[in-house]
């Protein structure tokens, strides 16, 4: 069952051009900075009221959000739901013939377990699923 919208991701080319709009002309508190090598990104979680706006710079061109931004340039990457249990999560969403690109979960930002959803089986966008580690919102 999903809890609530975690976090709306962005790609971004540049992290200090996209701190300074979100963090200094929207006033947005940084909550977290960390590179996520898995995912090939370097993330900041910025809090809006109980949820975040996440910027994603790609570590490299061949990366998922590199590729994103190459061939669709900044802006909306994906929408990340949170959820009590992943693992439950996808085995229900794949029961009812959800497509999937994770078949399990994978470590994700600030020690968070994640999968995402096939942008084909989510009317167009990408979606993740996240259920954050214990003590953190």
């Known amino acids: 069952m999903f809890a609530g ?3 709306v991701g962005v790609a971004v080319e540049d992290l200090d051009a ?3 709009l979100y963090a200094g002309r929207y006033a947005m508190e940084t909550a977290h900075r960390e590179t996520v090598e898995d995912q090939g990104v370097e993330a900041i979680l910025l809090d809006v009221g109980d949820s975040h706006v996440e ?3 790609p570590l490299g061109p061949d990366s998922p959000v590199g590729k994103f931004l190459a061939s669709k340039g900044p802006g909306l990457h994906h929408v ?6 992943v693992a439950a999560e996808l ?4 029961g009812a013939g959800v497509r999937l690109i994770d078949r399990a979960p994978r470590t994700g930002i ?3 377990r994640v999968a995402f ?3 084909a089986a989510t009317g167009g966008v990408l979606t993740e699923l996240v259920q954050p580690a214990q003590g953190v919102h």
Do not use: F, K, M
């Not at 990340?80 to 249990?85: E, K, L, M």
């Open 18 to 20: 996209a701190l300074e």
């Open 5 to 7: 919208i975690d976090h």
């Open 91 to 94: 085995e229900r969403l794949r």
């Open 110 to 112: 600030r020690d968070s």
């Open 117 to 119: 959803l096939h942008p």
């Open 55 to 57: 910027l994603l710079r």
């Open 80 to 85: 990340a739901y949170r959820v009590g249990d």
